[in-house]
């Protein structure tokens, strides 16, 4: 079983990625 929060930061991490492939934080920063 994967913990609450190990699985939240995969997802974090996940949307991070997909975030900066669309550039949004390169833009935003």
């Known amino acids: 079983q994967i913990a609450p929060d190990i ?3 995969i997802l974090q991490k ?3 990625k ?3 492939s669309k550039g949004r934080f390169n ?3």
């Open 7 to 9: 699985h939240m930061q």
């Open 14 to 16: 996940e949307c991070f």
């Open 18 to 20: 997909t975030a900066l």
């Open 27 to 29: 833009s935003g920063s």
